[in-house]
């Protein structure tokens, strides 16, 4: 029995209905597969552009850094080329030897920056072109008066950073000697614990004066009234250390104490890596380059060794 056409033309309707929601459905994934991609390039080409501009900019500024140095470079040959002449041109015996004015010639090199090197070039070639008798004194003059002004400046910066330890260790042995009688301790604040226990992480045992050093560090960083003393902060970690805190703090810090134990020839390495890769060079290819003459230790634990046995060099002048 055929169906009813009406019937029939229902069911057409309904596939027809269904198609065209299927063909729409898939119209709109499709739309929405390529909108995402669309956004994907888009994301990936702005990247790139953001990269290319990075690279750009990191070139430039390199190639600036090492057109300074350049600079920077002949200006310094030019200061030792006129400081030679004005020795050769020196009648009054200001320098006893060559080796003599060689010395003070390279400590102006390294202690003056570019433009005070810039300036004094200019200063000294405008004397040079006189050809007298008074320019030739001049510029022995001149160049006498920098080298003993430098020479003034690194000595006072000196002494002021001793005066400094010297009245930082009085003060916190008052304040020692006040709490002892008092028999008494301010309690720790959170930014107090939380400062010791960076102080603690920043310098490792093994160096010399360690807790005068992690003392000095709480006091100049939180500028604390009434400083801490190395006793105190060994209370503090001690305490700690025995606490809940003992897995936050104390279990990386044992942990870099036992790997960062130097031996005398991993020492000798180190002082033979900083002789042989001047501070001049790049910061991280230096040390990268040190790391690699120390064996058994990383670019990180040979930066933090010489900075504990600088610390040590400093705390015994």
């Not at 140095?69 to 009054?92: A, C, F, P, V, W």
């Not at 305490?239 to 130097?262: F, G, I, P, R, T």
């Not at 040979?302 to 060099?313: G, N, S, T």
Request: net charge positive.
């Amino acid at each position: 029995m055929s169906l009813d056409p009406r019937l029939k033309r229902h069911k057409e309707e309904v596939a027809r209905a269904k198609q065209r929601a299927k063909e729409e459905r898939l119209a709109k994934e499709r739309a929405k597969e390529e909108a995402i991609r669309k956004r994907q390039e888009e994301d990936r080409r702005i990247e790139e552009e953001k990269e290319a501009v990075a690279k750009s900019e990191a070139a430039a500024k390199k190639a600036k850094k090492e057109q300074h140095k350049k600079i920077h470079r002949k200006q310094k040959q030019l200061l030792r080329k006129l400081s030679l002449q004005t020795y050769n041109d020196d009648e009054s015996g200001t320098w006893k030897s060559i080796e003599e004015a060689s010395e003070d010639i390279e400590f102006l090199c390294e202690q003056l920056a570019f433009l005070e090197i810039k300036d004094l070039v200019e200063a000294m070639e405008s004397i040079a072109v006189k050809k007298s008798v008074k320019a030739k004194i001049d510029a022995v003059s001149l160049l006498k008066e920098n080298i003993d002004k430098k020479r003034m400046e690194l000595q006072k910066e000196k002494d002021d950073e001793i005066a400094e330890r010297k009245a930082a260790r009085a003060k916190a042995k008052s304040v020692n000697t006040r709490r002892k009688e008092n028999n008494s301790s301010p309690p720790w604040n959170k930014e107090e614990i939380a400062t010791l226990a960076k102080a603690v992480k920043k310098y490792p045992a093994g160096g010399a004066q360690r807790w005068d050093t992690i003392a000095n560090f709480l006091n100049n960083a939180l500028r604390l009234k009434t400083p801490r003393t190395k006793e105190e902060c060994i209370q503090r970690y001690n305490l700690a250390k025995a606490s809940s805190l003992k897995s936050n703090q104390s279990s990386s810090e044992a942990k870099d104490d036992a790997n960062d134990v130097w031996t005398e020839d991993q020492d000798k390495l180190l002082q033979q890596g900083l002789a042989k890769y001047p501070a001049s060079m790049e910061k991280n290819e230096r040390w990268s380059s040190i790391a690699k003459l120390v064996s058994g230790k990383s670019k990180k634990q040979c930066v933090q060794r010489f900075k504990i046995i600088r610390e040590a060099l400093k705390n015994k002048k």
